[in-house]
């Protein structure tokens, strides 16, 4: 073994029904982990390690691989970044998200088909009657994200994880899907984990950000709080250095140098080499996760 | 945030009048082939009739979502794609008629960056090579010379010199684009296709680059066709900006016009599309029904009105001219005098701001 890669290192959140809770931070990071962890869809030979989620009274790393399979569909879902890569391509799309009603509900093959051509209808798939019959290949990216929430909605789940759901598509038909997970938001009342490195989605859709880094969250709060009046040097930069529209002849702000390898963290602060405010203590102390006034929570020295 | 005279003139540019490249009456077309002899049985008109000119010293902004052409025409520019018709002016000269050792020479005035800073560079070769790789092809021959201008360029953009021997997977997404910009800039060309450069890459490195490409555009006096597809990207770094849809443009304006008053239903959609960073801000967004059609079988008569909100009978049997409607702002659609007028209506009545039709 090289080494022990802690992609997740001391993550606490909470959501409750209703409310979105947007997961910020860029490639490797941890965020997509997480949520993999809460689905327990790691696979060997990674594992969790501590911890717990608990679910509705229940704590999910305690159960078995078939307690978590009725929960998995049911009342947990999850929509991928790639529709493509996540539906089956040798079953018709109608067939798929059918499979989970069938094995939630025990309802025959009909009346599962008569829910999917409703949901179909639901998510805004235009002739859904015909649409049940084709594969993944035969509809476009924006088409097959729709099956995807349509197959993660059809069991109405109290927790709905989106990982990246708009990354891969086009910028309108991104406005498509958003508007509609916000719909049915409304209509289901749904929790949402959304996971994004897009900061616009997130002010758009979430109720309480978490920005990680490193494995950890180093910052918390409310959208409005961490969007608009960001603590951690690394949200600041972050929201600085992209470029927004209608604001041009700037120079973008720069966090200099890299993410760190997760093999080889910085000790005490991980972002400390980056930092323009390190101080003395930042390279030897790990800054713990502090909550200000106002219900925010940092990870710096500073505060 | 606030902008003073200093920054301005910081970031004050070369833009002269002169043409440096004209493009005319571009058509690349791939065919579609089937059946047992393989013959033509359609095309895909990835690029369907474009024309613009790109001004020396100037960033020509190229955006437009998936399929619409726009990679296809910075490749074609570079005839790295073969053109089906048109003609491409460089320097007063028709690049598409050069021989191939014509062509070659001009390579040296016309360069790309690549996308994918994983999949462009050789594996199997050190980064030392791959940047100078060029150098050797167009002549110059001294082993110590091509050394010496290989390590200017990695410090121009901002690596060290003792990465000569280095090879590519030794380095991260942000440092392997940053060795397609030297590779790009060894030849000291004067115009550069820059496509998608930052999309692959986190959004603090983007940053980096996109400042990089900035500096460097000043300092050697560089043109740049920046094709992308993020467009905020694009007007942070682009003078003139162009919309293209299915292989054809929809609308050409400085940067500053197109943003603040676009003209084309399609750019109006584009630009409400774009999620705002703030989350105080909730504005009406306009939600185009449908997906692209195939380009292999475009509408008749404007391509764009199969999701238009505001199409109407003239849209299916004549296909819009490409105009100048405001001065020195082209749009193509029969109703640009009025589309804002019209689509603000329809926004504030709700109708085309839903995900899901009614």
Known sequence: ?303 | MQQTAELETQRQKDVSDEVLLSVRNLRTYFPILGGILRHKVGEVKAVDGISFDVKRGETFGLVGESGCGKTTTGRTILRLQKATSGEIIFEGQNVLSLSSSQMKARRRDMQIIFQDPYSSLNPRMPVGDIIGEGLRVHGLRDRREREKTVQYFLSVVGLRKEYVRRYPHEFSGGQRQRIGVARALALRPKFIVCDEPVSALDVSVQSQVLNLLADLQKEFGLTYLFIAHDLSVVEYLSDRVAVMYLGKMAELATSEELYARPLHPYTKALLSAIPNPDPLVRSKRIVLQGDVPSPINPPSGCRFRTRCPIAYERCATEEPEFREVVPSHFVACHRAEESTSLMAALIARDEITKAVPA
């Not at chain 1, 965020?31 to 969790?48: A, E, N, Q």
């Not at chain 1, 140098?257 to 323009?276: D, E, I, M, Y």
């Open chain 1, 1 to 303: 073994m090289d080494g022990v890669v802690k992609a997740v290192d001391g993550v606490d959140m909470a959501i409750a029904p209703g409310r979105t809770l947007g997961v910020v931070g860029e490639s490797g990071c941890g965020k997509s982990v997480t949520s993999l962890s809460i689905m327990r869809l790691i696979d060997p030979p990674g594992w969790i390690a501590g911890g717990q989620i608990t679910f509705d009274t229940k704590d999910l790393v305690k159960l078995s691989e078939q307690e978590m399979r009725h929960i998995r569909g049911d009342k947990i879902s999850m929509i991928f970044q790639e529709p493509m890569t996540s539906l089956n391509p040798v079953f018709t799309v109608g067939n798929q998200v059918g499979e989970a009603i069938r094995v939630h509900r025990g309802v025959s093959k009909r009346e599962a088909e008569t829910r999917v051509v409703d949901l179909f209808r639901m998510v805004g798939i235009p002739s859904p009657e015909r649409r049940i019959h084709d594969y993944p290949h035969n509809m476009s990216g924006g088409m097959r994200q729709r099956v995807m929430i349509a197959m993660a909605l059809a069991l109405q789940p109290s927790l709905l994880i989106a990982d990246e759901p708009t990354t891969a598509l086009d910028v309108t038909i991104q406005a498509q899907i958003l508007e509609l997970i916000k719909d049915l938001r409304t209509k289901v009342n749904t929790a949402v984990l959304l996971i994004t490195h897009d900061i616009g989605v997130v002010a758009e859709m979430a109720d309480e950000v978490i920005v990680m880094y490193t494995g950890k969250v180093v910052e918390q709060g409310d959208v409005i709080s961490v969007l608009n009046s960001p603590k951690h040097p690394y949200t600041v930069g972050l929201l600085n250095s992209i470029p927004s529209l209608g604001v041009k002849n700037q120079r973008l702000n720069v966090i200099p140098g890299t993410v760190p390898s997760p093999l080889n963290l910085p000790k005490a602060c991980t972002f400390a080499p980056r930092c323009p405010h390190v101080m003395g203590i930042c390279t030897e102390q790990e800054p713990p996760l502090k909550t200000l006034e106002g219900g925010a929570k940092v990870r710096c020295w500073l505060y």
